[in-house]
């Protein structure tokens, strides 16, 4: 007698997309959350609220800023394109 | 003019932020899925490779004595080394899963240079308590990533490694030139400011 058996059913692998997908989606704006939460606990490290007499260098690096920059970049190149690419490997593997 | 050194630091953790969450999508997809787009495979590597050659400016312009001059030129060699054998290892150049043990010696280095590089105490200032924080935990890090090199598809591992590459951006965020920490400033530390 010969009999098949799956590892893991489809039902399975699209539930296990759908957690990683809701992950990768998370990372940018929680990013940018943490950027937004830092800049209101500390608004006087955001020199572009208060820019008069403020040094060249103290308005190009404002840490929160930097912070929701790295979220937002992350997004547009990392978790865009990832985001397609694991619902096309999760089709593929239908 | 140059920037403050508290300003470098920002400007590497938010490079260092960004490598991170890479590596930490890296781990939740998986590197098949990773790796669907070639130029994706190269981008944390490239980013960790081009911070360490950005360090030899920062060694070069900020560092004010000979110990931070060696601290810093050797975070630049094994950022470099660590960087540039994973683009090898992605570029299937580098065959020998060997070479992975280049991020626990980047990491040990590091951690080293960091404790033995600063000679205050722990509450001296906020920039000595990061600088011992930061060693110790460099060299736990290097631990923690070791496996790697043996079990490279390992998720936790894996997100060990990213959560550990966040958590030194946000300690390298909270750097300031001269501050308190947990409420002690030394006076031989000089003002704080903002």
Redesign the interface.
Known sequence: METTFTRSNPAERTRRTTVRSKLISLIGPATIAGGVIWAILQPYRLTLLHPVGEGFWWLVFEPPLLVAVVGVVFIAVVARPLLADLEEADAASR | ?L??AE?VH??F??GI??VG??L??EA??GP???R??KW?AY?WPGVAFALGVLLWPVMAFFTNSAIHMYAHGAWAQVLMLAGGAELGLVHGRLRSPLWRLTWPLAFAVSGIAFIVHEQNAWTFARSAFLHHLLGWTFIVAAAIVLPLVWRPRSIVFRSGFALIVVAVSVML?CDRDVAPVFGHLSPLAGVAH?
Request: with cysteine; glycine share 0%.
């Open positions: 003019m920037p403050h300003m920002w400007a953790a938010a932020l960004f969450l890479c930490l999508s939740i997809v098949e899925v990773w669907r787009r994706r981008l965020f903002r």
